[in-house]
């Protein structure tokens, strides 16, 4: 079969979408490709056709274990076999996966970047004969994108592996600076580059002023039908607002990296259906998501940058039909959005200090060290010189980045407990005396603040004192976070550092704290900008998006909440109608108006200051407005 014949059997289509055919043709003449092309513009199918016509299978390296998951589904329900490797299988070892994957003659085989860095994954899957391998969410290899992710930065080791299997890089959003740094980091030879617009004219880009986010989320649920998703920065706030959702009579679920692998796929699923139409989410959710019929997306906190933002608002109307992207935001929220991504980023000082701290811990004299190996006790070294552990998590990053350590996490763990319950109710719990209960007295005894601060554990020993396995504990308590009483993570116990360069203070750190530096700028710059598009109530929104990508457009979108284009858009005269109808009733005031109307303050004034003008209305007492008879 040819091109086009498989593309109507498995897809249904009869015409490849804008240069999806161009970047298949270069695969198959065995070229490295790199695709820019827009949320919903099609990227998979760029890697999943070759994978019919290539005699050996096609590797793709995927960020997000659900991401893996549902394209896997829809590839088996369109009768193409394909599989993904999963790193904490209770069913399937990893070793009869692999196996599995060589002999099983899968189409599509997913992996995630860290399993595949794997040195003993690696020797092992070179066994597979891939003729083609893709690196979906490219952008996360470059610093200079967004949801940077170090593990990405290691996929350069591919074109060395795989000299002659042409490598297609994929990403939605990449800045000229980004591609780049994909291209030198990935070592694509003599790359073809194939870049659709990054316009999506069907949806429509709304800023909103809200001093309430939450019933404001429940007016926008209302007055917009169909599915949706609603991002949130945390973990938390993602559970705290399903449950007002659900409490105000709509279906909701959540989504966050904290869940469980088991969790994750049933809320999912469940909104992937239709069962439940509404989601809230972190942005652990956002990249890959194939979900048509998404009618809006709200983000209920600003992400750190335009890409992010693109990625996720990308999300809704890939079905071509209409659909609204709102961002809501308070008078505070702009220093907050600075502070809460850039305090993450440790300071100069931060990597002077934890460098030689680290030093003393394992003695390590000047001039010595390179080439030695010495296991941190994360906990045992946060405590003796006063560090937080997720400062040190962070530091050792950039020193990894920069090339001064190598890091391996060992094969011991940490347990993390938040606790979220009061211990009224935790003393009643514990009365069951079964083993949930057992579990839970014994680290209210471990530790004299349980109840006010993070409280770390060794799991080791936790599972040694009940007579335990792993699964089991992590079982016990992933119920006791269903019944919320605590929130748990599990971390690496101790890190194997290799420094790989000896002991010259100043002059070793110096490539570190440039790094650091470099990062820190990058990331203010993306937050000014973004900052930047929440402020300007002038420009038209589309067109502040696609400029930020390079494209330069003239004509605005006449859809979106700017003040440019409200006064061309259908909305306005639904608005005026409205306002109209209203006032000629009763005096009203701005607020009253936009509770009633579920119209942005700002649309609202900017309309209401057009019928002052025009002698239409005017201002009265109590600040309201009154309509002035004809």
């Known amino acids: 079969m040819d091109k086009l014949q498989l593309l109507k059997k498995y897809w249904g289509y009869s015409k490849f979408r804008s240069y999806q055919e161009q970047i298949i043709d270069s695969l198959l003449e065995g070229k490295d490709v790199m695709g820019i092309l827009p949320t ?57 996966q692999i196996d599995n994957c060589i002999h099983g003659n899968y189409r599509l085989v997913y992996c995630s970047p860290e399993r595949f860095l794997n040195p003993l994954f690696i020797q092992q899957l070179t066994q597979a004969n891939f003729s ?25 080791v591919l074109s060395t592996l795989f000299v002659k299997t042409p490598i297609l890089a994929l990403t939605a959003s990449a800045t000229s600076e980004v591609i780049i740094d994909i291209r030198n980091t990935l070592k694509l030879k003599e790359a073809q580059v194939y870049q659709s617009s990054f316009e999506r004219t069907n949806i429509s880009y709304k800023v909103m002023n809200s001093e309430d986010k939450f019933n404001s989320v429940i007016q ?32 909701v679920t959540f989504f966050h990296s904290g869940l469980s692998v088991e969790e994750k796929k049933k809320n999912f699923l469940a909104w992937q259906s239709g069962e439940i139409p509404h989601i809230t989410a972190t942005s652990a959710f956002g990249m890959g998501i194939d979900k048509a019929d998404v009618r809006t997306i709200i983000h209920i906190q600003s992400p750190e940058s335009i890409e992010n933002f693109y990625q996720e608002t990308g999300r809704a109307g890939r079905d071509g039909k209409d659909a609204l992207s709102y961002l809501l935001y308070k008078n505070n929220d702009l220093n907050e ?46 405590k003796t010189y006063n560090h937080k552990p997720y400062k040190i998590e962070q530091s050792l990053k950039f020193f ?17 407990v938040n606790m979220v319950s009061s211990l009224d109710y935790v003393i009643t719990y514990i009365n069951k005396g079964n083993l949930t209960s057992q579990i839970l007295e014994y680290l209210m005894r471990q530790s004299p603040n349980f109840f006010n601060e993070r409280t770390i554990f060794s799991l080791k020993k936790i599972c040694k004192t009940f007579k335990i396995s792993n699964d089991r504990l992590f079982n016990e308590l992933e119920i006791m976070k269903r019944r919320r009483i605590l929130e748990f993570s599990i971390h690496e116990l101790n890190i ?37 598009y929440i402020q300007d109530d002038n420009s038209c929104k589309q067109n502040f998006i696609l400029a ?5 457009k003239i ?51 900017f309309f209401l200051n057009n019928l002052l003008d025009q002698k239409s209305i005017k201002k009265g007492i109590g600040e309201k407005y009154y309509w002035v008879n004809e």
């Open 337 to 382: 959005l600075k502070n809460y991504f850039l305090d993450k980023i440790p300071t100069t000082a931060d990597i002077k200090n934890i460098y030689k701290d680290l030093c003393n811990f394992f003695q390590i004299a000047y001039g010595e060290g390179k080439s030695s190996y010495y296991s941190l006790d994360l906990n045992n070294f946060c």
């Open 132 to 156: 083609l391998i893709a690196i979906d969410e490219v952008h996360c290899i470059s610093e200079w994108g967004h949801d940077f992710r170090p593990s990405y930065r290691e996929l350069g």
């Open 555 to 605: 004509e605005i979108c006449k859809k979106c909440s700017s003040k440019s284009c409200f006064i061309f858009s259908k909305q306005k005269e639904e608005l005026k109608e409205k306002v109209i109808t209203l006032l000629k009733s009763n005096p009203h005031s701005i607020l009253e108006l936009s509770q009633k109307l579920y119209f942005d303050l700002r649309d609202l004034k």
């Open 40 to 96: 919903g513009g099609g990227k998979s199918l760029c890697y999943q056709l070759p994978a019919l016509i290539f005699e050996g299978p096609v590797l793709v390296i995927s960020p997000l274990i659900a991401l893996m998951m549902d394209q896997v589904r829809k590839l088996e329900k369109q009768g193409i076999k394909a599989m993904y490797f999963e790193s904490h299988s209770k069913s399937q070892p990893i070793q009869e």
């Open 400 to 416: 990894e980045l920069a090339g001064v350590y190598s890091l391996v996490g060992s094969k011991e763990k940490q347990l993390r």
């Open 220 to 251: 926008l649920l209302e007055k917009n039908k169909g599915s949706s998703i609603i991002y949130c920065r945390t973990r938390k706030l993602t559970e705290n607002l399903a449950q007002f959702i659900n409490q105000k009579g709509h279906k």
């Open 496 to 532: 194997d550092i290799n420094p790989l360069t000896p002991r010259e203070d100043n002059y070793t750190i110096k490539p570190v704290i440039e790094l650091v530096k470099k990062i820190y700028s990058i990331k203010k710059k993306k937050i000014d900008k973004m900052i930047q």
């Open 548 to 552: 930020y990508f390079g494209e330069n």
